[in-house]
């Protein structure tokens, strides 16, 4: 209901003005005769949809004081939350410059102001104003949320570790995983510039706000082993089952490896054994198992464990390896049947995706740290039950 906001417009000054009249009786004789010409014009620019210059008449207008800064407060957000952000700019700088606001309500413009701002993309001006909306010491948590979604936006994830946990003591709210994700993001930029050493500690920060960061053991151990240091790199890896077990199947090549590297291959099918008797295993576990045992007991031997273990806990993904595996021939050259069961298995794994937001529902076929539908970090996670992973 657009045509409502603009209705608003003409009761608020009209408001405003009265409320003005009320308080400077006798001050004003000559300003109180020409409002009402202004508030005329001001209709009149509505009616032949001349909205702009009506707003800028309005709001001169107005008296601002205590009892009609609520009116345009409201005014400014609602223009906001429509996409007129110019006009809310309008509103909101108009209010600023008006002497009469308290302390608090000028802050609570200047916040509002800010938001337009970020609104409209000027994320430097929003910054500045919010930086001033802290000083000012009112409306600090507000302030603080917006100025880390502004470091997020802008990757400075050091001034996004210290807005957060400034806002962890004015909110009572636990920030630290979001935190233990900036270090990731700053260990990773490290990595990325070839400074190993500084990325290994940013990840070692990441678990010390967060030991349950299942992400800073994932990409340390990784990292660990690019640095030659496969012993780190297994007791990381060998982390993921305690922080979020459905992550395993993002370490378990990286595992092997490091196990290989050390001579100690015996303990790969024993941590696997460890996962699968807990029932929770991914189907990545048992698929890892497979491959295990056909290297080391041969082709019947997994094939028999595979399809015992299908009858437990039930998977697309299990089932398509099977198949594949049936007779060690590939399908297409079997019967109609399998081929066709191939091809379908194989277009239920590839239409689907494998990852999942639990907060918004986003999916997605790779694995993002931090959701690009609503931003939440940490929140994306792979599919489980019998189509997941
Ligand atoms: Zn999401």
């Not at 509103?91 to 509002?112: D, G, K």
């Not at 191939?342 to 740290?369: D, I, K, P, S, V």
Request: glycine content about 8%; aromatic content about 8%.
């Amino acid at each position: 209901m657009p045509e409502l906001l603009w209705l608003l417009l003409p009761v608020a000054a009209m408001s405003g003005w009265l409320a003005g009249r009320r308080s400077g009786a006798g001050h004003r004789g000559g300003e109180q005769r020409d409002l009402p010409e202004a508030y005329f014009q001001g209709l009149n620019y509505l009616l032949n949809e001349e909205r702009d210059k009506a707003l800028e008449v309005f709001t001169q207008m107005v008296e601002v004081d205590s009892e009609t800064v609520e009116t345009h407060l409201a005014l400014g957000s609602l223009f906001r939350r429509r996409g007129e952000v110019d006009r809310a700019i309008r509103i909101h700088q108009n209010l600023i410059a008006r002497p009469a606001l308290s302390r608090q309500q000028r802050t609570y413009a200047l916040l509002e102001l800010g938001e337009d701002y970020m609104r409209a993309g000027l994320l430097d001006r929003a910054e500045t104003l919010f930086e001033e909306v802290i000083d000012l010491n009112h409306h600090v948590e507000p302030a603080l949320r917006q100025l880390l979604a502004i470091y997020q936006q802008e990757k400075e994830w050091d001034q996004a570790i210290g807005a957060a946990l400034r806002l962890e003591k004015v909110s009572a709210q636990n920030l630290h995983p979001q935190v233990a994700h900036f270090y990731c993001e700053m260990a990773g930029e490290a990595w990325a510039a070839g400074d190993l050493s500084r990325a290994r500690t940013l990840y070692k920060r990441a678990l010390t706000h967060d030991p349950r960061c299942v992400r800073a053991s994932i990409q340390a151990g990784h990292l660990a082993r690019q640095m030659g240091h496969a012993r780190q790199a297994v007791r990381l890896y060998r982390q993921v089952p305690t922080q979020a077990p459905e992550f395993v199947g993002e370490v378990l090549d990286g595992l092997y490896q490091a196990l290989e590297s050390l001579g100690q291959l015996h303990r790969y099918p024993e941590f696997l054994d460890q996962l699968l008797a807990t029932g929770k295993a991914p189907v990545a576990v048992a698929l890892a198992k497979v491959e295990w045992l056909r290297a080391e007991a041969g082709h019947e031997a997994a094939m028999r464990w595979l399809a015992e273990h299908l009858e437990a806990q039930p998977s697309v993904r299990g089932l398509l390896r099977l198949v594949e595996m049936s007779d060690g021939a590939p399908p297409v050259a079997e019967g109609p049947v399998e081929a066709a069961l191939h091809r379908t298995l194989r277009a239920l794994l590839e239409a689907r995706a494998q990852y999942l937001c639990g907060q918004c529902g986003f999916t997605a076929r790779t694995l993002f740290w931090q959701c690009p539908g609503c931003k939440s970090w940490g929140s994306i996670r792979p599919l489980r039950g019998v189509e997941g992973e």
